[in-house]
């Protein structure tokens, strides 16, 4: 599997699990709901991937990565993310953008894809 591959993969499983996440229905027991297998690999490639996002993440400032933690997290608007940081809609957008090509950058430096 390519490398590009891999990485969208891991970002529709990252966005799946959040939106399974918010619409699980609570149980009774309190138990979590089952969730489906993910080959070894497959689960090596996505911590790997986690990992360079959050390197990259480090490095960058502290408005941005908030910026992308509420967008891709949290789901939040544009509106909501400028409310939070105290900023208009348009710098947070900013913000949030810069922060995808940062890890965009840094993932094809690493593993050779064209972001």
């Known amino acids: 599997m390519r490398s590009a591959e891999r990485i969208r993969l891991f970002i529709e499983h990252l966005r799946s699990a959040r939106r399974e996440q918010l619409d699980a229905p609570d149980t009774l027991d309190g138990a979590a709901p089952a969730r489906a297998a993910v080959a070894p690999d497959e689960q090596l490639a996505a911590r790997r991937i986690a990992d360079a996002v959050e390197q990259v993440l480090g490095g960058l ?12 997290e949290e789901g939040c608007s544009f509106d909501e993310v400028a409310a939070r940081l105290g900023c208009t809609e348009m710098a947070a957008r900013l913000c949030a953008h810069r922060a995808r090509a940062s890890i965009r950058h840094h993932l094809g430096e690493v593993w050779g894809v064209a972001g």
């Open 61 to 72: 400032p502290a408005r941005q990565v908030e910026a992308f933690r509420l967008v891709r």
